[in-house]
Nanobody, 124 residues
Framework: QVQLVESGGGLVQAGGSLRLSCAASGRTSSTFSMAWFRQVPGQEREFLAAISSSGGYTNYADFLKGRFTISRINDGNTAYLRMNSLKPEDTAIYYC?????????????????WGQGTQVTVSS
């Protein structure tokens, strides 16, 4: 397993941008995909995007319509989620996840490791 720590959350006005980071440590010698989910209290955790260990393959939730971009730096241990044109409905806790199976889908049960989450609040 790897350990994941998210950062970069905060308060932003509607229309603004944020970049979230997810740093992986531990068994990073193995290959693993990384993904971002979000959750509003009282609702189910929602898939946003995933990226392969190489960074060459990505998968996005259809509803994002190009507003968010997932990326990964060359050493593979940090993933980012760039969020543009933020809306108040994007307010949630954002979680990073990793899958040693290289899975890049939306089924959260497949992901082996999870971070603690970072709060994103978008004001109107």
């Amino acid at each position: 397993q790897v350990q994941l720590v998210e950062s970069g959350g905060g308060l932003v006005q509607a229309g603004g941008s944020l970049r979230l980071s997810c740093a992986a440590s531990g068994r990073t010698s193995s290959t693993f995909s990384m993904a971002w989910f979000r959750q509003v209290p009282g609702q189910e955790r929602e898939f946003l995007a995933a990226i392969s260990s190489s960074g060459g393959y990505t998968n996005y939730a259809d509803f994002l319509k190009g507003r968010f971009t997932i990326s990964r730096i060359n050493d593979g241990n940090t993933a980012y989620l760039r969020m543009n044109s933020l809306k108040p409905e994007d307010t949630a806790i954002y979680y990073c996840a990793a899958a040693t199976s290289e899975y890049r889908g939306m089924d959260m049960r497949v992901y082996d490791s999870w971070g603690q989450g970072t709060q994103v609040t978008v004001s109107s």
